[in-house]
């Protein structure tokens, strides 16, 4: 019954998001601070992991491949598809889940703790659409920080790859080339998007309908990380079962 | 002017708000006491139209807050100031931004007019030189005067104060309780101050309404409430020993 009331409260919160606009001078310059805060400030943690993470996708095919048959251009091959299809958009975004979604519910959580929030409905300002509208505006050019992480995931896995030893250049690229279908990339960036919103309202509901003190937001921080990457994933299996299957 | 008719407000089984009925009148500093649990901060916020009671009236001069539509409830909310319990200053903006907050919101004048009335509102609460200060690096007493400073900046017909004393020293609760009167006066606005502070009461207790278990069982002014018989209220006044030592001179006296 809880979980029907929460489902049931989130989309009135969507409804509410939309409705009622804060003024448009107000607004653009919330969207150019939340930009800031969950799009820029990103990118490092971003190009850390990628590039790592594409370095050892790499390292891992080229150590399993025993069989003299298989081509090197495999571990080009695999990387960009492992980095293309699922990490970067999707494991990025669980990342980010731990890192934007519990900025995102401290944050609103702690105005909630404080009465900042009362403040703006007392001042006849539509709370939701102050605070969330911005945060959707800005995650949506979370596929922006996918391309990076997808161009530094690959860039990883050629250093790895090529200073490793275990593959020439110019197999690698010519993996990377091989049997590439632009739809898988539409693919991405369509579920990043979906990600991207997820990523930026379900924290908002968590931290905008808590109830409590700081313990509290602290809580309502861990909740939002489990939920928003549980609907990730959900997310993520029925857009590929729509998608590519 | 804000008139009560039979206001009720429940959560779940529970009923806090019992049948309130009262005047609050324009250009006078309103207070609502009572102890803790006694349906205040609730009876305070059905007031605001945060939470809507389930029977019974509001009206704001002349119109009932149940009968404005969405459009005519935000048209209000800007004609109201609200200084809250803990300040609700906004951290992310320092000073002047939170001054500046409802002018940007609500009006759409040049911004060097915008500072020229934080700077004029900041001068009136006795603070210059915070300007570019967050809310964390100034005292909770400086809070409180921006906090009021955020509340008139858009000259609001109403104000409405959730315990503005709590967390001061006796001296700065004094300070903070003078200005709302000042304001109060200087600008005939209707003020509701909720609190259970007596030094609040003696100061500026122009009317008082007192509540008990969600009920208003007293209303009169700061003068009527140190003579009254009504036991709940005299329980109440009397509850501290510094009071019950100033009755004990003032029946030595008679």
């Given at each position: 019954?809880?979980?029907?009331?929460?489902?049931?409260?989130?989309?009135?919160?969507?409804?509410?998001?939309?409705?009622?606009?804060?003024?448009?001078?107000?607004?653009?310059?919330?969207?150019?601070?939340?930009?800031?805060?969950?799009?820029?400030?990103?990118?490092?943690?971003?190009?850390?992991?990628?590039?790592?993470?594409?370095?050892?996708?790499?390292?891992?095919?080229?150590?399993?491949?025993?069989?003299?048959?298989?081509?090197?251009?495999?571990?080009?091959?695999?990387?960009?598809?492992?980095?293309?299809?699922?990490?970067?958009?999707?494991?990025?975004?669980?990342?980010?889940?731990?890192?934007?979604?519990?900025?995102?519910?401290?944050?609103?959580?702690?105005?909630?703790?404080?009465?900042?929030?009362?403040?703006?409905?007392?001042?006849?300002?539509?709370?939701?659409?102050?605070?969330?509208?911005?945060?959707?505006?800005?995650?949506?050019?979370?596929?922006?920080?996918?391309?990076?992480?997808?161009?530094?995931?690959?860039?990883?896995?050629?250093?790895?790859?090529?200073?490793?030893?275990?593959?020439?250049?110019?197999?690698?690229?010519?993996?990377?080339?091989?049997?590439?279908?632009?739809?898988?990339?539409?693919?991405?960036?369509?579920?990043?998007l979906v990600f991207s919103f997820i990523l930026a309202t379900v924290p908002s509901w968590q931290g905008f309908y808590m109830k409590g003190g700081a313990l509290e937001v602290g809580k309502a921080s861990t909740n939002s990380f489990v939920w928003t990457s549980v609907l990730i994933i959900a997310a993520n299996y029925?857009?590929?079962?729509?998608?590519?299957? | 002017?804000?008139?009560?008719?039979?206001?009720?407000?429940?959560?779940?089984?529970?009923?806090?708000?019992?049948?309130?009925?009262?005047?609050?009148?324009?250009?006078?500093?309103?207070?609502?006491?009572?102890?803790?649990?006694?349906?205040?901060?609730?009876?305070?916020?059905?007031?605001?139209?945060?939470?809507?009671p389930e029977q019974g009236r509001i009206y704001y001069e002349d119109k009932a807050i149940q009968d404005m539509d969405d459009e005519e409830q935000r048209q209000l909310r800007e004609k109201i100031g609200m200084l809250f319990q803990g300040g609700a200053l906004f951290d992310s903006m320092n000073i002047e931004e939170?001054?500046m907050f409802p002018l940007r919101m609500f009006t759409n004048r040049k911004k060097s007019d915008h500072l020229d009335r934080v700077n004029a509102v900041l001068k009136r609460v006795k603070l210059e030189n915070v300007n570019k200060k967050f809310p964390a690096e100034i005292s909770g007493g400086m809070q409180k005067?921006?906090?009021?400073?955020?509340?008139?900046?858009?000259?609001?017909?109403?104000?409405?104060?959730?315990?503005?004393?709590?967390?001061?020293?006796?001296?700065?609760?004094?300070?903070?309780?003078?200005?709302?009167?000042?304001?109060?006066?200087?600008?005939?606005?209707?003020?509701?101050?909720?609190?259970?502070?007596?030094?609040?009461?003696?100061?500026?207790?122009?009317?008082?309404?007192?509540?008990?278990?969600?009920?208003?069982?007293?209303?009169?002014?700061?003068?009527?409430?140190?003579?009254?018989?009504?036991?709940?209220?005299?329980?109440?006044?009397?509850?501290?020993?510094?009071?019950?030592?100033?009755?004990?001179?003032?029946?030595?006296?008679?």
């Open positions: 019954m809880k979980y029907l009331h929460d489902i049931g409260s989130y989309f009135l919160m969507l409804k509410r998001v939309f409705g009622s606009f804060t003024k448009t001078s107000v607004l653009r310059h919330l969207i150019l601070k939340e930009i800031n805060d969950l799009i820029i400030t990103s990118l490092p943690i971003v190009a850390f992991i990628s590039f790592f993470v594409g370095g050892v996708v790499a390292i891992q095919t080229a150590l399993n491949m025993d069989n003299p048959i298989i081509p090197k251009t495999l571990i080009g091959f695999a990387t960009r598809q492992s980095v293309i299809l699922e990490f970067a958009p999707t494991f990025m975004s669980i990342i980010m889940a731990g890192k934007v979604g519990s900025f995102i519910t401290s944050s609103i959580g702690s105005m909630r703790v404080t009465e900042q929030i009362d403040a703006l409905e007392v001042m006849g300002i539509n709370s939701l659409n102050y605070l969330v509208f911005p945060k959707i505006v800005a995650l949506m050019f979370y596929p922006f920080v996918i391309v990076v992480s997808m161009f530094l995931g690959i860039m990883g896995g050629w250093v790895a790859g090529v200073q490793g030893g275990f593959v020439s250049s110019s197999d690698f690229l010519a993996g990377v080339q091989e049997g590439f279908i632009p739809y898988q990339l539409f693919y991405a960036f369509f579920k990043t029925i857009i590929t079962q729509l998608l590519l299957s | 002017m804000i008139k009560v008719e039979n206001v009720h407000k429940s959560f779940g089984d529970e009923k806090i708000l019992k049948g309130i009925n009262t005047e609050f009148d324009k250009g006078k500093t309103n207070l609502i006491i009572g102890q803790s649990g006694s349906g205040k901060t609730v009876f305070l916020k059905c007031l605001l139209g945060l939470f809507k939170n001054v005067r921006v906090a009021i400073a955020r509340a008139i900046v858009n000259e609001p017909r109403f104000l409405f104060c959730d315990e503005p004393n709590s967390g001061l020293d006796p001296k700065t609760a004094t300070i903070i309780d003078n200005l709302i009167q000042e304001i109060t006066h200087e600008n005939n606005i209707t003020t509701i101050v909720v609190t259970h502070d007596m030094n609040s009461v003696m100061e500026i207790g122009e009317k008082v309404v007192f509540l008990k278990e969600g009920l208003l069982v007293w209303q009169g002014t700061n003068q009527e409430i140190f003579k009254t018989d009504h036991e709940d209220v005299t329980n109440f006044v009397y509850s501290s020993d510094l009071f019950k030592k100033i009755r004990e001179v003032q029946n030595k006296e008679a």
